[in-house]
């Protein structure tokens, strides 16, 4: 009896933890020299309230970039001195003519080198080819020395009343250097978690909100 007793508990506990893991997963492959990165989570929020913090984050890349360090990118900039690699934001402006967002950063390869004024050029908008689905998309059109191409979406898709599954993917092939300096294991510590933080901080915007206007 006993025995089926400690039998019976460790298989709820299994069960627990497995389902438990369900909400918040992250994964990574690698192939053809292209990292491909999936996060999703679960979130509790209006359509109206998910669409008007995916309305802010495309705005605020057009026409204020600082300002998503506030929130969208918190928590994202400056590393630390023992960090393998560190990423300075300088500057960024969007051409409304064409949508394209120049960016331009600095990225520090402790006691190694230093590249200076990496140009980024990025078309970030709102994907309204679903009805249901509310998504916004990031696309690299050019870069010099750090990247090859990019391109990643933050995607809603509705489950239930109020409910929602939060999908982010990305796909990032990197330029000749840093394909040799960021291994599997470097990008899992300098770009996976970036990838989770940035969508747990839309995730967060979209709760404060919901707060804010049920409290009226």
């Known amino acids: 009896m006993r025995k089926i007793f ?3 508990t460790l298989l709820i506990v299994f069960v627990s933890t497995t389902f438990a893991n369900l909400d918040d997963t992250i994964q ?33 890349f057009h026409n204020s970039t600082s300002n998503l360090f506030d929130w969208a990118f918190k928590g994202l900039g400056l590393q630390g001195k023992n960090e393998e690699i560190v990423f300075v934001f300088q500057s960024a ?31 970030v908008k709102r994907d309204k080819t679903n009805s249901r689905e509310i998504k916004a998309d ?10 090859k191409n990019a391109v990643g979406s933050i995607t809603f898709v509705p489950t239930n009343n109020n409910e929602y599954q939060v999908i982010t993917n990305v ?37 404060r909100r919901q707060n804010l206007e049920q409290a009226k």
Do not use: M
């Not at 796909?171 to 747990?200: A, L, P, Q």
């Open 6 to 8: 400690i039998v019976f």
């Open 28 to 60: 990574t492959i690698y192939e053809d020299k292209e990292f491909k990165t999936q996060y999703t989570t679960k979130l509790k929020a209006s359509p109206k309230i998910v669409g008007e913090t995916a309305d802010y984050l495309v705005n605020d």
């Open 93 to 123: 402006s969007t051409d409304s003519r064409t949508g394209i967002t120049h960016g331009k950063f600095d990225v520090i390869v402790p006691h190694f080198t230093t590249f200076k004024n990496i140009k980024v050029d990025a078309i």
């Open 138 to 147: 990031a696309d690299i059109i050019y870069s010099s020395t750090l990247l």
């Open 171 to 207: 796909k990032i092939k990197f330029g000749w250097f840093f394909n040799i300096f960021i291994t599997k294991k470097r990008y899992k510590s300098i770009v996976e978690w970036r990838i989770k933080k940035f969508t747990d901080n839309i995730k967060e915007e979209c709760l």
